[in-house]
């Protein structure tokens, strides 16, 4: 039904693709104890899905999907055990079609609304939130349901940080942002679900089983509707997609694009670069890491999309305070800012902030470039340099373990599931990073020499783990 959702004047789907700094209060997750998710992914049979996911592309082309044999599922080695992807059937040049779903194969919004038995209470809430009860509903009926067929690729849950137990999350997340995110998005649904139960599923439970439409059971089911549906620009909204689930993402911007095309009134997943027969096809997808974990439980290594954020600030009892908050403002920042730093990259932004909230002599707010990499003293940027290292030092000083207990953690973690060992990889990265970034500015020599360093040790923190983690406190 996404030609409906186009068409929908002030739908509620005219939403943006996911990202770091979000503050929506409705992405949240189950409590779930994180042994359970590691023995459910061990238990998982992969060799069966992969016969699921080509049964399913054989029965795409029955109802009338064209390009279902452009692409054939896989199975790749993956932390904590396999997972499934799909690879290219032969060669692909770079904007061939390499799968289209015709809408009526994709669930979106519109289906959830439409539903038979949860459609009235999905119309009154938000997108996700109305896909999270069609998932509820539809697993419930089984076999018997018309849609058994995608159901059988969708996980039943997730190892995102927000299905974790509270004590497992302070245990193996203090000191990163992730761990007070998870807290909040889980609190979010939790109220989210508390609203629907005291307004429409405890007043009728004859039609609404608890032992399906329950907290847990709404909590798991929206984590995986976040992490499997796709959002599409064309048609504003987010969908379900038959396979297209099983996609991997990459963040380097050189896998696939995925969109409504209302020419083909269909789904359409785009190689923007040529595919060998054999090779792995990736979904375009620039999230950070961060975001990825918590939304899909799952990382990129080498996501070029990766980062680390960064805070600055005008100082309130500067004398100049006023002055610079309307040069800032000329060059549209705030009084307050957050920059990310990418592996191959560090933005001249950051440091022309830092440089003019360092700066006493009118005079120099002249030198001031957003544009240009220009020092404006020597001694203002040996400040800029302490500021980046004071904020490592902050940082460091919230852990509760060192670099040294968090590697060994990501080492005894291997045999505990995934969570544990992508938790102590965020913890390795970040404190490597802060030391790194620490070292580097204090190392004698001169500022550029320094800045170079800083750059090259956040660099090679971010290569060391592919899970980029603010080094400080997000917002």
């Not at 064209?66 to 599922?73: N, V």
């Not at 440091?351 to 003293?377: M, W």
Request: charge should be negative.
């Amino acid at each position: 039904m996404i030609g409906q959702q186009c068409l929908a004047p002030h739908g509620r789907c005219a939403q943006s693709a996911c990202h770091w700094r979000t503050s929506s209060r409705l992405w949240a997750a189950a409590v779930r104890p994180l042994r359970a998710v590691a023995a459910f992914e061990q238990q998982s049979d992969q060799v069966e899905l992969v016969a699921t996911v080509a049964h399913l592309l054989k029965w795409m082309q029955g109802q009338g999907a064209p390009c279902t044999d452009r692409l054939e599922p896989k199975r790749f080695k993956a932390d904590g055990g396999e997972r499934v992807g799909l690879i290219a059937a032969a060669d692909a040049q770079a904007g061939e079609v390499l799968l289209q779903v015709p809408e009526s194969l994709a669930v979106t919004g519109i289906d959830a609304e439409k539903h038979d038995l949860v459609g009235p209470v999905a119309a009154q809430c938000s997108e996700l939130v109305g896909l999270t009860l069609w998932l509820m509903a539809e697993r419930a009926r089984g076999a018997a349901s018309s849609w058994s067929q995608l159901l059988q690729t969708l996980p039943h849950s997730t190892a995102s940080p927000v299905l974790w137990e509270e004590q497992e999350r302070v245990e193996l997340l203090t000191g990163s942002p992730v761990l007070q995110e998870a807290r909040s998005r889980q609190a979010a649904l939790q109220q989210q679900w508390a609203q629907l139960h005291e307004q429409h599923f405890s007043q009728a439970a004859d039609r609404f089983s608890p032992s399906v439409f329950n907290e847990a059971a709404f909590m798991r089911s929206f984590c995986v509707v976040l992490a499997c549906s796709t959002f599409l620009p064309s048609a504003e909204c987010f969908a379900l997609v038959p396979v297209a689930s099983c996609l991997a993402r990459t963040g380097n911007d050189n896998g696939c694009s995925l969109d409504y095309d209302a020419q083909r009134q269909a789904v359409v997943v785009t190689s923007t670069r040529p595919y060998r027969e054999g090779q792995e096809v990736l979904l375009n997808d620039g999230r950070p890491n961060g975001e990825l974990l918590l939304s899909t439980g799952t990382l990129q290594d080498g996501n070029m999309s990766d980062c680390i954020s960064f805070p600055a600030s005008l100082i309130p009892s500067d004398r100049y305070f006023g002055m610079k908050q309307q040069l800032l403002e000329s060059f549209g920042f705030a009084a307050e800012e957050r920059f990310p730093v990418y592996v191959d990259r560090f933005p001249i932004q950051l440091l022309s902030y830092l440089r003019l909230s360092r700066i006493q002599d009118v005079g120099l707010f002249a030198k001031v470039n957003f544009e240009q990499d220009t020092v404006i003293s020597q001694m203002n940027e040996y400040e800029v340099l302490q500021l980046l290292m004071g904020e490592c030092r902050e940082s460091l000083a919230a852990y509760k373990t060192s670099l040294e207990e968090d590697t060994k953690l990501a080492q005894v973690g291997r045999g505990r599931g995934r969570g544990w060992r992508v938790a102590a990889a965020l913890l390795c990265f970040r404190s490597r990073g802060c030391t790194g970034v620490i070292r580097a500015v204090s190392d004698a020599g001169n500022v550029a020499q320094r800045e170079r360093e800083c750059c090259s040790m956040i660099d090679c923190c971010m290569h060391f783990t592919g899970a980029g983690i603010s080094p400080c406190s997000c917002p």
